[in-house]
C-alpha cells in the first residue's frame, strides 16, 4: 500500500500564500504504480470536492474556482506533489487532503491538512 502525508497548512491572510506537499511512500512497486494523483478539499458542512490532479505524464487539470491562483506540480525523486496557493480567499477554507490513484484500480487518500484564510 502507499502512505500519504501531507503537510504545509495553516493560517494565512486573504490574498497570501501557502504550499502544500503530499510525500507518498512505499513499496517501489506500489509508487510506480501511482497513475495520477491530486488535492481535494472540505469545507464544513460541504462535500469533498476537486481542487487539482495532475498525472504521471504530468498532465494537469483544475477546478474552475483556483485556475490562475493555484499550481500543481510533482518531484518525482522526491515521490512527493505540491500545490502552490496564491492570491488565496476566505472561501479557499478547508481541510486539503491528498490522493493517489494507483493501476488496480486503488485509491489512497493522507490524512488531511487546515487551510484557513482569514478576511
Known amino acids: 500500500q502507499v502512505q500519504l502525508v501531507e503537510s504545509g497548512g495553516g493560517l494565512v491572510q486573504a490574498g497570501g500564500s501557502l504550499r502544500l506537499s503530499c510525500a507518498a511512500s512505499g513499496s517501489i512497486l506500489n509508487i510506480n504504480s501511482i497513475t495520477r494523483m491530486g488535492w481535494y478539499r472540505q469545507a464544513p458542512g460541504k462535500q469533498r470536492e476537486l481542487v487539482a490532479t495532475?498525472?504521471?505524464?504530468?498532465?494537469?487539470d483544475y477546478a474552475d474556482s483556483v485556475k490562475g491562483r493555484f499550481t500543481i506540480s510533482r518531484d518525482s525523486g522526491k515521490n512527493t506533489v505540491y500545490l502552490q496557493m496564491d492570491s488565496l480567499k476566505p472561501e479557499d477554507t478547508a481541510v486539503y487532503f491528498c490522493?493517489?490513484?494507483?493501476?488496480?484500480?486503488?485509491?489512497?487518500w493522507g490524512q488531511g491538512t487546515q487551510v484557513t484564510v482569514s478576511s
Open positions: 495532475i498525472t504521471r505524464g504530468d498532465s494537469t
Open positions: 490522493n493517489a490513484l494507483m493501476l488496480g484500480p486503488r485509491l489512497t
